[in-house]
C-alpha cells in the first residue's frame, strides 16, 4: 500500500463484502511489491500482527516466516494460540522461539517501569534480529502498523509496537498491508480472512504485556499469579457474557505483600487487584460496574487456584486520576 494518508474517498470497511474487496486489493498490492521475494513478520498474537499475517499468508504462502517470541509475559494459552492458528491452520512458516528465561533473566531485579519497558523492548528486537540473521534471502519486513499507529507517530506520541530499531544491516523494505486501516476494519478483514473471533475481538494488551501488571521488579511467582488470575478474570467474564462487552480488563499483582490466615497460622502473601474498565480511545476510561456475585466469584477461584495469594481487591479507579494500567 503505497502512501500515508488515508485518501478521504476510502470507504470505510465494516461489512464482510467490503473487507473481502480490500483483501483482493491487497493481495495483488502485496504480490506487485513482492514478487518472488521472502518476508519476515514478528508475530505476536496481537489483533494488528495476526491479521497481518493472515493476509500476507493469504497473499504470498510460503514466501513468508513468521517469528513468534515468547517472551513470558504474554497471557496463558496465547503462545499456544498463535502456533495452533498460523502453524497448522494457515500452514505458515513459523518460527517459534522461547525467550522466556532470557527476558526474565535480563529483567531480575529492575524495579523501574521505563527501564523495564526499554529492556523487554531492545530485547525484543535483539532477539528478532538474531533470527533474522539466521534466515537467508528475506529482502522484505511485514508489520501490522495500522492507521492510528500512523497518526499517533506523526504527532510524536508513541511507536510501541513495530519493530523499529532494527541494526543497519538488516535493511528491509516494509510492507505494510493494514497501515491505512482503523481498528475496526482491521478486526473486520481478520473475520473475513477466518482469524478465530477471540483473536480478532481481543482486548487491547500493552507491548509489555504481563510485565507491567507484575509491578516493580518482576519475579517468577509473581508473574505467575497475575498470569492465572487474568486467565480466572477472562474466563468468568467470558462465561457471564461479558468478554466482548469491556473495553480492558486484567489482574495485577503488586510487589508488596500483606498479612493474612490460613490454618489458623499468619501468612505474608501477595494480593490480586481485578481492574475492568470502559474506554472509547484510552485516554480517559470509566470503571465497569461488575456484578457483586461475580467478583465473589472470581475471589473464590483465585483464592482456590492461584498460589501464595490471600487478598483479592478491585479497583475503582477511573482515567483520570488513575491511568488503566499500574506502571
Ligand atoms: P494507560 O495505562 O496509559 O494505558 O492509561 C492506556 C492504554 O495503553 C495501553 N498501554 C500500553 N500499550 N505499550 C503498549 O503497547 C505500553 O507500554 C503501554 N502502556 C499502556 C494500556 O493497556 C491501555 O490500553
Known amino acids: ?168 544491516e538488516l535493511d528491509f523494505e516494509l510492507v505494510e498491508p493494514v497501515k491505512l486501516l482503523f481498528k475496526d476494519e482491521v478486526r473486520c478483514v481478520g473475520t473475513a480472512l477466518g482469524l478465530p473471533a477471540n483473536m480478532v475481538n481481543r482486548q487491547p494488551f500493552p507491548g509489555p504485556g504481563l510485565g507491567v501488571r507484575c509491578t516493580g521488579a518482576i519475579t517468577r511467582d509473581r508473574l505467575e499469579a497475575v498470569r492465572e488470575s487474568d486467565a480466572i478474570l477472562r474466563e468468568e467474564f467470558a462465561a457471564a457474557g461479558l ?25 505474608d502473601d501477595w494480593m490480586v487487584i481485578i481492574r475492568a474498565v470502559n474506554s472509547v480511545d484510552a485516554t480517559s476510561a470509566t470503571v465497569e460496574e461488575v456484578p457483586y456475585e461475580l467478583l465473589l466469584r472470581i475471589r473464590d477461584r483465585i483464592f482456590a487456584e492461584v498460589k501464595g495469594v490471600n487478598r483479592v481487591l478491585y479497583d475503582l479507579s477511573c482515567k483520570p486520576i488513575a491511568t488503566i494500567e499500574y506502571e
Open 243 to 267: 468478554a466482548g462487552k469491556i473495553w480492558q480488563y486484567f489482574t495485577v499483582v503488586p510487589d508488596f505483600k500483606s498479612t493474612g490466615i490460613k490454618d489458623g497460622k499468619r501468612t
Open 1 to 168: 500500500m503505497t502512501g500515508n494518508v488515508r485518501p478521504e474517498s476510502m470507504t470505510r470497511i465494516n461489512t464482510l463484502e467490503l473487507a473481502e474487496a480490500f483483501i483482493e486489493e491487497q493481495v495483488a498490492e502485496i504480490r506487485a511489491q513482492v514478487g518472488s521475494g521472502k518476508v519476515l513478520l514478528a508475530l505476536s498474537g496481537g489483533v494488528d500482527s495476526s491479521v497481518c499475517a493472515a493476509l500476507l499468508s493469504r497473499a504470498i504462502g510460503k514466501q513468508l516466516t513468521c517469528v513468534h517470541v515468547n517472551h513470558g509475559l504474554l497471557r496463558k494459552g496465547e503462545p499456544e494460540q498463535v502456533c495452533e492458528v498460523f502453524g497448522k491452520q494457515f500452514d505458515v512458516n513459523l518460527v517459534y522461539i522461547d525467550a522466556v528465561d532470557r527476558f526474565l533473566d535480563k529483567l531480575a531485579g529492575v524495579s523501574d517501569p521505563e527501564t523495564k519497558r526499554k529492556i523487554i523492548g531492545k530485547e525484543f528486537i535483539d532477539v528478532f534480529a538474531e533470527e533474522a540473521v539466521k534466515l537467508e534471502g528475506i529482502r522484505f519486513l511485514g508489520q501490522g502498523t495500522i492507521y492510528p499507529d500512523i497518526l499517533e507517530s506523526a504527532d510524536g506520541i508513541k511507536a510501541h509496537h513495530n519493530v523499529g530499531g532494527l541494526p543497519k
